[in-house]
Nanobody
Framework: QVQLVESGGGLVQPGGSLRLSCAASGFTFSNYGMSWVRQGPGKGLEWVSGINSRSSTYYADSVKGRFTISRDNAKNTLYLQMNSLKPEDTAVYYC??????????????????WGKGTLVTVSS
């Protein structure tokens, strides 16, 4: 069965750094794109970053230049390096497996498996 387990969250001061990890199992990790999504307190889900199976990377404008997504296919692990953290980055961070569908003559993308999340709190 597919499992995604996040780790690395915690309390950090503004301007600090954290690295999140997501250990994946139950599927051929290297064949799938992965994403990080976050949910702040009282807020909806916000897509943060993605990486495809070719290791091309994508970022939300809110984190561009501060966060770096990467993957180690040999270790079946996804990472999110977070630098220059701001209070507004406080959220539960989830890693998610992406899946692509071809429907109505076009590709569609969704996230079919999610981890349980890891809490990042940025506060002084």
């Amino acid at each position: 069965q597919v499992q995604l387990v996040e780790s690395g969250g915690g309390l950090v001061q503004p301007g600090g750094s954290l690295r999140l990890s997501c250990a994946a199992s139950g599927f051929t990790f290297s064949n799938y794109g992965m994403s990080w999504v976050r949910q702040g307190p009282g807020k909806g889900l916000e897509w943060v970053s993605g990486i495809n199976s070719r290791s091309s990377t994508y970022y939300a404008d809110s984190v561009k230049g501060r966060f770096t997504i990467s993957r180690d296919n040999a270790k079946n692990t996804l990472y999110l390096q977070m630098n220059s953290l701001k209070p507004e980055d406080t959220a539960v961070y989830y890693c998610a497996k992406k899946i692509r569908y071809y429907i109505d003559s076009r590709y569609h993308y969704s996230m079919d498996y999610w981890g349980k999340g890891t809490l990042v709190t940025v506060s002084s």
